[in-house]
């Protein structure tokens, strides 16, 4: 994957948009824009997994909140291309807090609060390596 890392992400669709069964809506979303999809599945974190994958918010307030709503049901984990995903991913998501969201993103129309908001994306092109390798095997990329 190396070769293309600048122009992979990857993504979550977050229980509470799963739940709301908002799955394809947002799937919709993210082909309308342009991304291609290199890899999907649907899995239920245990909370150790979600530990595991926001392990660099440990120490925060909300590392318990977190964790708990990422294994409280299915997501669906998403890796993405596009040229210059990681930023594209981010600007069709929005704000992190739905409330600070512009209109037309993915978290101002499926989102309800900071903590469930719907869908996760990279931050940057070295941790979108990262989180991809936590979730796919390399045999998963088609
Ligand atoms: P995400 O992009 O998945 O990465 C870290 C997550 O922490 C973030 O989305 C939010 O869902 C969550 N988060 C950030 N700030 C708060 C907060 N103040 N309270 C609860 N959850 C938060």
Redesign the pocket.
């Known amino acids: 994957m190396a070769e293309q890392a600048g122009n992979l992400t990857f993504g ?1 669709i ?1 229980p509470d948009a799963v739940r709301a069964g908002r799955t394809g809506a947002v799937l919709q979303r993210v082909l309308d824009a342009g991304f291609r999809l290199r890899a999907m599945k649907l899995i239920h974190l245990t909370r150790r997994e979600a530990e595991g994958f ?1 392990e660099v ?1 440990r120490e ?1 307030p ?1 590392f318990g ?2 964790t708990a709503f990422m294994s409280s049901g299915p997501c669906v984990v998403l890796a993405l291309e596009k040229e210059g995903a990681v930023r594209a991913w981010r600007d069709l998501m929005g704000a ?1 807090d739905p409330a600070k969201a512009d209109e037309g993103t993915l978290r101002k129309e499926f989102a309800s609060s ?2 469930e ?1 719907a869908v ?2 990279s931050d940057s092109e070295e941790n979108a390596q990262i989180e991809l390798a936590y979730f796919f095997s390399r045999l998963e990329f088609v």
Do not use: D, Q
Request: aromatic share 14%; proline share 0%; glycine share 14%.
């Open positions: 979550i977050k926001y918010h925060r909300f909140e977190l992190t900071i903590g908001n996760h994306g």
